[in-house]
């Protein structure tokens, strides 16, 4: 919820100080809070995602309730289908997810971790009807 006693605050987050959560959007990450969106009063989260299990079945076709989102992949690789076509984000990469696209993230490496920053913080995620079938993780090693 957004607050607005608490917009734009300074916030300087270092690494051991906010924990890995495993409450986050997904079972199978674990999330790291980075301060943003306390210091926004909810205007914008940002926060670190990183593999926890290998891919099962992925997210399943999803939309998310969101006015600004970017998935910034920092080590790794995932997998996504982004409506129809598959895309393959690698470390260095960068997507903007534009408000509402259907996707569903099928397949990630062990090592992956991505930035997300979204606006606005408690955004929704609602299931969605995929345009097309979902090709299989690969199998592990390969």
Known sequence: ?????????????KPGE??????????????RDLGVAEATGGRVIAQLAKANAAPEKGTGWHQHQADFHIVF???GWAKF???G?????EAGDCVHQRPGITHF???YSPDMEYLEIVSPAAFGSTDAEGPCPVPAPWPEGT
């Open 81 to 83: 289908m982004y409506e």
């Open 18 to 31: 906010t924990p890995w959560r495993s409450d986050g959007l997904r079972d199978f990450f674990l999330y």
């Open 1 to 13: 919820m957004l607050d607005k006693t608490r917009v734009n605050a300074f916030s300087h987050v």
């Open 105 to 107: 993230l099928f397949d």
């Open 73 to 75: 992949m920092t080590k």
């Open 85 to 89: 076509e598959e895309h393959l984000v």
